[in-house]
């Protein structure tokens, strides 16, 4: 039996943004309680492509806040090192907010998921109908992988970015637990406004 509960989901953020996810929740760009205030790590000239990207279903990928089903993806190693023109962020700025697939399921949100990296050619959409054959779609060896690079499998990077999209707003009561690189940070997201007992673990091997 399918257990929904133990897929879970990874979305990174930065330290600055979690006391606005604390009271808002995880918040959409174009949403009415979207952080003005926000600060963007990652590849902007990727986040710019997924804005204007097609999806089959005929919305925009831009329109779905995306989670990875892993931690330490490939696009956190550029967040760190700084490589493509993005600035280099440190680990103890990098929180995780961690959600399960049953708890997006329960609450009724639309989403939608992939078996790779959203963006690449190659990569195939699902729906929630599909759901119940995640663990055949979805190569959750390749997401658990240590390494991304592989003479024998040239697409083991793109199926270690599969995705897993939400659209609009995500109450902050769904997120199951904050992940962060050491305990003073974890002291910090104790200490701020609206956070009220989340799990909270620390985890360097999260990160790079």
Known sequence: MLNLSTILLYRMTHIKNIPHILKHGITHISSASKNKNYVAIGDGSLISVRGDFAIPNGKMLG???PFYFGPKMPMLYVMQKGFNGVTPVSPSDIVYCIISVQAIHTAGLNYIFTDGHAVNGF???YYPKDMKKIH???DFKAISSKYWKDENDLD???RK???FLVEGDIPVNLIGTFA???QRIAIQIKKMAGYN???LIVNPNYYF
Do not use: C, D, P, T
Request: negative net charge; hydrophobic residues 35%.
């Open 197 to 199: 007992g989340q799990s």
């Open 161 to 163: 970015e599969a995705e």
């Open 123 to 125: 990569s195939e959409f």
């Open 156 to 158: 083991l990077k793109r």
């Open 180 to 182: 962060v690189y050491n």
């Open 136 to 138: 055949s779609i979805i």
């Open 63 to 65: 329109e779905y806040i």
